[in-house]
């Protein structure tokens, strides 16, 4: 006895979710970030703010290991109570 495949559809349970995974892929190349960065920030980049940092940084971290570095509780404590406040 042979048995035909009349009036059957095809099911595939697994189409209809790899569709959907083509469809998100899609939307992600359509919608890709992008970063722009305005000519202020690169002038600031670019200028000695950055050298002066790390000059400040490395006094710093030399006055630490060195035991000089000393830290005043009392500003520390104000300028606490002055963010909080805010």
Do not use: C, H, W
């Not at 190349?29 to 400040?56: G, H, P, W």
């Amino acid at each position: 006895m042979k048995i035909n495949n009349v009036g059957v559809n095809a099911v595939n349970p697994y189409k209809r979710q790899a569709q959907k995974l083509d469809a998100a892929e899609q939307t992600k190349k359509q919608a890709a970030d992008q970063l722009q960065i305005s000519s202020v920030a690169k002038e600031l980049q670019s200028s000695s703010f950055a050298t002066e940092r790390a000059e400040r940084i490395q006094q710093l971290k030399v006055d630490i290991e060195s035991g000089n570095y000393k830290v005043d509780a009392k500003q520390v404590a104000g300028d606490l109570l002055a963010f909080y406040r805010k």
